[in-house]
């Protein structure tokens, strides 16, 4: 059965959906069935994986208006563990449509209920709103994994959507619960990194991530090459960066008997 991971911040610009593309792809790496599905009006992560933006596609749009299965919308990807359920700017019409239908916000979890008993990951990339798009998202995930910069104002961002996910816990998903915080384009050298990482610590506690992804010129590359970090330049700081995460999420969720019985069987 996939654990189901929504990366989450309402705040752009913090690396969601770099997180979410490579996450995702570290973890296929690993030789995990893992699933990304894109559920950004943006379509960032569709394009990130090489997709190109075409509106009659099957999409994330389609199964949260109940028009198509999960499984007909899965597209391959250049890795052979990983899928994706592609977006499309259509998506932004779904934030209108849904909100007088019934059961807007279990949307999404219906749709891949049917696809849990064939991956072992499924990676949400959510939009940086608290939209109906996100609620979707955080109502089908068990947990949540938030990135963040090691900046001030990111400190009171994160209070808003720790906020959003009590009130979810409290009239939707009472399971859901924080995978972790992950800090990115971190750059350890500075003081105020320093002190935001301490800060953070002493309230996320084991929560917070061991791995910090820094800033990295072929991370930042990689999209526009349609590849993943590990793709493009797998020596980078950034990709060795995003393997060590998908090490600590899958150390935490997947021990490696069960590994390797899933491969042997």
């Known amino acids: 059965m996939a654990r189901v991971i929504a990366v989450a911040n309402q705040k752009g610009g913090v690396g969601k959906t770099t997180t979410a593309i490579n996450l995702a792809s ?20 569709t394009s990130g994986l090489g997709l190109i933006k075409d509106p009659e596609r099957i999409s994330t749009y389609h199964l949260l208006m109940r028009e198509a299965h999960g499984e007909n919308a899965l597209k391959p990807t250049g890795l052979d563990q990983l899928w994706i359920i592609p977006a499309h700017k259509n998506l932004i019409g779904a ?15 219906e749709a891949l209920e049917p696809l849990k008993d ?3 990951f499924i ?3 959510c939009p940086p709103a608290l939209d109906l798009l996100t609620l979707n998202a955080l109502v089908a995930a068990d947990a949540v994994l938030i990135p963040m910069q090691a900046e001030y104002f990111a400190l009171e961002g994160v209070s808003e959507l720790l906020d959003t996910i009590e009130r979810i816990r409290g009239s939707f998903n009472p399971e859901l619960t924080i995978e972790g ?3 990115t384009m971190f750059d350890e050298r500075t003081n105020l990194a320093q002190q935001v ?3 953070l610590k002493r309230f996320f506690g084991d929560k917070l991530c061991e791995t910090t992804i820094p800033r990295n010129i072929r991370l930042a590359e990689a999209p526009s090459h349609g590849k993943p970090a590990l793709l493009y330049d797998v020596r980078s700081r950034g990709a060795e960066s995003y393997i060590r995460l998908a090490k600590e999420i899958i150390s935490h969720h997947l021990p490696a008997t069960q590994l390797v019985a899933d491969k042997t069987a």
């Open 26 to 45: 570290s973890l296929a790496a690993a030789e995990v069935d893992t699933l990304l599905v894109d559920c950004d009006p943006q379509a960032n992560a």
């Open 95 to 109: 934030n209108i449509e849904l909100v007088e239908a019934e059961r807007r916000e279990f949307r999404l979890r």
């Open 118 to 120: 064939r991956f072992q």
């Open 123 to 125: 990676v949400l990339d």
């Open 181 to 183: 915080v992950v800090l």
């Open 197 to 199: 990482t301490a800060e």
